[in-house]
């Protein structure tokens, strides 16, 4: 299975990013897709997950702003009032279970204050 991740880059506080990712490959192994996010220096967590059946899942510090959406092996991140502790590499990933077995390369997200 291949991730690859688009839509990253530079915003102000209060701004919106919309981050995609498209699946490829072995695509029936894949159930569960999300997104997961490292600022420097802390360990990386999940932001977001949804299975084939809509299932969402958000970490706390994004409900209400960020939204998941998926179709068919297309996956995308809707992030709205953005602030600078949202600055993060993003990655994309999925798997049967949980989206942690398949990783994208990861995309650059920079929040300005």
């Known amino acids: 299975v291949q991730l690859v991740e688009s839509g990253g880059g530079l915003v102000q506080a209060g701004g919106s990013l919309r981050l995609s990712c498209a699946a490829s490959?072995?695509?029936?192994?894949?159930?569960?897709m999300g997104w997961h996010r490292q600022a420097p220096g802390k360990q990386r967590e999940l932001v977001a997950s949804i299975g084939l059946g809509g299932t969402t899942n958000y970490a706390d510090s994004v409900k209400g702003r960020f939204a998941i959406a998926r179709e068919k092996n297309t996956v995308t991140l809707q992030m709205n009032s953005l602030n600078p502790e949202d600055t993060a590499v993003y990655f994309c990933a999925a798997g049967p279970n949980r989206p942690s077995q398949f990783w994208g390369q990861g995309t650059q997200v920079t929040v300005s204050s």
């Open positions: 490959g072995s695509t029936l192994l894949i159930r569960t």
